[in-house]
């Protein structure tokens, strides 16, 4: 097959056999790094290409959004001239990753251990929803992790019913994880010629993410809750009203604590005992919120942003998707790119010596499956 122009990961051949948003995600980000991914779907496809509202020239804006650079073919692994061409391209393949439940793949030969059998310097990724042990029959939905992790029982207010996040936060994250598992594993490879299995489950991805609140609970036995837009152990760290809205206002230390009571006009706030430091602060919030929203009502929010940010206080409006893309280009980011006449959100990662490609535009369902046949069978 044509070769891609030379990226960090340039000659790195990635057999996908995952679907939804985790492991198409990993696969999008390590195709953007010059990694030849072959995404092999059902004869279905992947659900995400139904997965609308949004929608472009009668494709889901999801599955467009996390399935550049590859090229698909639809293989029926019941059928075994399929799976003989799937087995042949895991023998082929650096990296294979799946989603399957654990053990799905066992039936066709696909699971790391027959895989591995006939590549033993496969690195072979399983993303799951929780593990292969004890869960392993569990279905892995990012939304029933973000019940049962814990993380919905802090989104929302206080007294309100608990939220789950706007995004599949958690199926972005294990597939972050991945990324990183496959790369390390690559790394030892390179030491010892072997590859090797790595696990990712959304449970464990998601403890992970959860930082100081998981933290907070297994370092310390405090079990978080509710707070709205509060934060535990800073303040201020939220909205605050000005006299035409709200803006995101941050003292994530003494230092810009005291440049925010200048730029309000409050210079007596940091001597006070009681909002000297971080802790005295959150301590008092009650007290403190009232004066710190008294003072912002006497401007515009667009206001207070100009002044506090030259301040070097960070601050920020509460954007809607819109304007974060067109803050990002303004400050030259470059957030969007055009793939054969499809646009889609740039790789986040820059590097000054192999920057990331954009070469394939979202494949069509076995749009690339005769060229790969040809390949595999050759």
């Known amino acids: 097959m044509q070769a891609h122009p030379s990226g960090p990961l340039d000659g790195l051949l990635v057999a996908d056999f995952s679907r939804i948003l985790a ?66 391209l895991a023998r082929r393949a650096d990296v294979m990753i799946e989603n399957f439940r654990p053990g799905g793949l066992a039936r066709f030969g696909l699971d790391f251990e027959s895989v591995s059998a006939a590549n033993e310097k496969i690195i072979y990724a399983s993303i799951s929803g929780f593990g292969s042990g004890a869960g392993a029959w569990m279905p892995g939905y990012d939304l029933m992790v973000q ?66 609140h998981s933290s907070g609970y297994v370092a310390g036995g405090t079990v978080p809750f509710r707070m709205g837009n509060a934060h535990p152990s800073l303040f201020p760290y939220e909205p605050l009203p000005t006299s035409d809205g709200e803006l995101i206002v941050i003292a994530g230390n003494d230092g810009q604590f005291r440049k925010l009571c200048q730029v309000l006009e409050l210079p007596e706030l940091p001597d006070d005992p009681r ?46 998707v819109d304007g974060g893309v067109a803050l990002a280009d303004e400050l030259g980011l470059d957030p969007v790119v055009e793939v ?13 010596e192999t920057p990331a490609r954009y070469e394939l535009p979202p494949p069509g369902l076995d749009e690339h499956g005769e060229e790969i046949r040809r390949w595999l069978t050759s």
């Open 275 to 320: 909002f000297a430091h971080n802790q005295d602060r959150t301590a008092n919030r009650a007290v403190l919120r009232p004066i710190l929203v008294e003072r912002l009502a006497s401007k515009t929010k667009d206001e207070w942003f100009r002044d506090l940010l030259k301040a070097g206080v960070p601050c920020a409006p509460i954007n809607t």
């Open 340 to 352: 054969g006449g499809i646009p889609g959100v740039r790789n986040p990662i820059t590097f000054s």
């Open 147 to 212: 019940a049962i992790s814990g993380l919905m029982s802090l989104t929302g207010d206080p007294d309100g019913p608990p939220y789950r996040a706007g995004i599949s936060v958690f199926d972005v994250m294990a597939g972050m994880h991945a990324n990183i598992g496959i790369l390390a594993a690559l790394n030892s490879r390179n030491t010892t010629g072997k590859g090797q299995h790595v696990e990712v489950n959304l449970l464990s991805s998601a403890l992970s993410g959860l930082v100081n």
């Open 23 to 88: 492991g198409p995600y990993a696969t999008m980000l390590l195709a953007d790094l010059g990694a030849q991914v072959i995404k092999v779907e059902s004869p279905g496809g992947d659900d995400t290409r139904t997965w609308m509202p949004p929608v472009r020239d009668g494709v889901a804006t999801y599955y467009l959004g996390i399935n550049r650079n590859k090229r698909s073919i639809a293989l029926d692994l019941k059928n075994p001239s399929d799976l003989a061409v799937a087995q042949e």
